[in-house]
Structure formats: structure tokens, C-alpha cells
């Protein structure tokens, strides 16, 4: 079994900047996917950014340019660089990982979350 857990949340003014971390733990033969989507109240869980195993990254329109995922492969852990922080990117920040564990079964996780609170 795989587990996902978040670090980084906490409370920022407008403007300011947050990095979050997302470090997976288990039998990992191999990550795909890592990316990372929020849940504002209100709303539906949306997506924010992914990394591929290639390296390739996509962002949803509403943080690009401010945002920035990376990941360091030999730790199995993913980040999001927070930029240019607006009120309306407060939610909580959930994190994603798909691969393959132990014996090849695929596995696909999520994190518990962590709670980012922008204020104006």
C-alpha cells in the first residue's frame, strides 16, 4: 500500500508564497503521475498541476505562471511552489500519485490534504 503525505499548508497574505511537499511511502516499483488538486468549500475538488514520469507538466489555466510543480524522483516526492498568492486559491490541497508497486500491481493514491488559507 501506498501512502501520500502532504506538508507545507498554513496561512499567507495575498501576494505571498507557500511550497508544498507530497511524499509517497510504500513498496514503489515506479511513480507515473504526480500531481496536485484543491477542494475550496463550495466546490468540486479541481485540478491544479501534474508531473509525468517524463517530466512533462500540465496546470490548470487559474494558476499558470504562478504555480510550479517539480519532483525529485529519488525521494518519491512531488512539490508545488506557490506564487503570487491570491484569496481565491485558499482550499485544501490534496496530492496524487500513480505507479506501480510491489510485484507490478498498479496503485493510484491520494493524500489526506493539507489546508492553504490565502487572506486579503
Known amino acids: 500500500q501506498v501512502q501520500l503525505v502532504e506538508s507545507g499548508g498554513g496561512l499567507v497574505q495575498a501576494g505571498g508564497s507557500l511550497r508544498l511537499s507530497c511524499a509517497a511511502d510504500?513498496?514503489?516499483?515506479?511513480?507515473?503521475?504526480m500531481a496536485w488538486h484543491r477542494h475550496a468549500p463550495g466546490n468540486q475538488r479541481d485540478f491544479v498541476a501534474l508531473?509525468?514520469?517524463?517530466?512533462?507538466?500540465r496546470y490548470a489555466d487559474s494558476v499558470k505562471g504562478r504555480f510550479t510543480i517539480s519532483r525529485d524522483n529519488g525521494k518519491n516526492t512531488v512539490y508545488l511552489q506557490m506564487d503570487s498568492l491570491k484569496p481565491e486559491d485558499t482550499a485544501v490541497y490534496y496530492c496524487?500519485?500513480?505507479?506501480?508497486?510491489?510485484?507490478?500491481?498498479?496503485?493510484?493514491?491520494w493524500g489526506r490534504g493539507t489546508q492553504v488559507t490565502v487572506s486579503s
Open positions: 508531473m509525468d514520469n517524463t517530466g512533462s507538466t
Open positions: 496524487y500519485a500513480g505507479g506501480r508497486a510491489n510485484y507490478g500491481r498498479p496503485f493510484a493514491s
Open positions: 510504500g513498496n514503489i516499483n515506479g511513480l507515473n503521475t
